[in-house]
């Protein structure tokens, strides 16, 4: 029997609840396969800063870094709004994000059939929709030198060297050899220097995969065809200014934010985590959709640990308790049979992961 280390990070507002159900579905799967999870508790964020005054504790990153994985709920709240921004969460955990080395992010951004109506956007222009963005996270303009601002003028500088790009591309193509086997890469290569070294280094490394397709589209283009055809897509890959915008766009096709998951990877241990924040207006009600963290754990048997048959156990539990009409309260106003809580949403799914 196969024991996994799992490094558990509940944070803030509604974080524990999700984890717990997370948890659960985990340990639920796993009954079913010939491994078992050991989790270890470490603090960020708020919770942190109130222990120990350092939102990110040398602590946590020593646990996480002797873990497979790790599963991280969301971090903050007005509490701790008003800190230096150093001892802010969120400082926390874009530091957690460097001192991991986690490179590539990747964002799935599907529609579900009985949820269709919770987008904004027309039910025959977002059935089927099934995308990736997998965005690079620790360079471009967000990170580059030099940069600074004077009181009349601002200045960032996007950078990305040959290697960061091959890195990514080869996580891209990775995937998209699990999936529809197309990449779209994004660039703006019409004007930006940068962008025609990212064209050039992503159609060399495309090479080694001579299976995918692929494309290129410029990153104005790309922002009005995804909400055009989204179905058009299958992984974008992006660096990390055009990601951010494309990846938050992406995530509004499905409609809601209870639902999507997401990983960070690319060093040897990975974060995975639900886009969403710690909720604070619903925490402690025991009505947060725990479904974005449940399949970010799906994320994480399928990208850290490779048990993509548990993976796929969970995304069909999944499914299958929309199917049923099983909602909690965010969706609720589709198509629901039953209103549940965040803890029976999670039993549910564990219940239908173990068969
Ligand atoms: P948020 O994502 O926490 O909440 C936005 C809205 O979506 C709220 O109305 C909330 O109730 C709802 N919502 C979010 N997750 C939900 C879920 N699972 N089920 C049901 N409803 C859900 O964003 P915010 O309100 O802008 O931020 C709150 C705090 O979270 C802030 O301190 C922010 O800095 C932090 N934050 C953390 C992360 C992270 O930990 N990765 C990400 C974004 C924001």
Known sequence: MKTYKIALIKGDGIGPEIIDEAVKVLDSVASCFDFD???????MGGCAYDITGDPLPQETINISLNSDAVLFGAIGGQKWDNLPREKRPESGLLRFRKE?????NLRPAIVYDELINASSLKPEVIKGVDLMVVRELIGGIYFGEPKGRDENKGWNTMVYTREEIVRIAHQAFKIAMTRSKRVCSIDKANVL???????????????????VELSHMYVDNAAMQLIRDPRQFDVMLTGNIFGDILSDEAS??????????????GAKIGVYEPIHGSAPDIAGQGIANP????????????????????ADKIDTAVKRALKEGYRTKDIAQYDAKEVCSTSEMGSIIANYAAK
Not at 100 to 104: D, I, N, T
């Open 37 to 43: 999870f050991e989790y270890e508790e470490a603090l």
């Open 100 to 104: 991991l080395g986690v490179y590539a």
């Open 193 to 211: 220097d940068v962008s025609q070294l990212w064209r050039e280094v992503v159609t060399e490394v495309a090479r080694e995969y001579p299976e």
């Open 252 to 265: 509004m096709l499905s409609g809601s934010i209870g639902l999507l998951p997401s990983a960070s990877v």
């Open 291 to 310: 479904i974005a963290t449940i399949l970010s754990a799906s994320m994480m048997l399928r990208y850290a640990l490779g048990e993509n048959d548990a």
